[in-house]
């Protein structure tokens, strides 16, 4: 346990520790919900900088888009 005086390493551990239920899920099954995830933090972004805004209905269209496969052409659509 030469490693764990190490804060990060002790950081570390505790974190895999805490998420270890849900990797061994992803290890035994090899699903996640990384994409649910990726799609949330964008949508978030994008709220972020539309706050202020006052047309809700133009906010919800800008996050639709955003999260649409087309718009995140950089990503291949097998990989979705």
Request: aromatic letters at 6%; a positive charge.
């Amino acid at each position: 346990m030469h490693g764990l005086r190490h804060p990060e390493a002790r950081q570390l551990a505790t974190t895999v520790d805490r998420w270890w239920p849900e990797i061994a899920a992803f290890i035994d099954t090899g699903h996640s919900n990384a994409r649910s995830e990726g799609i949330n933090r964008v949508i978030k972004l994008v709220a972020r900088t539309a706050f202020g805004f006052r047309n809700a209905d133009n906010q919800r269209l800008r996050a639709r888009c955003v999260t649409t496969r087309r718009t995140r052409g950089h990503l291949r659509t097998a990989q979705l």
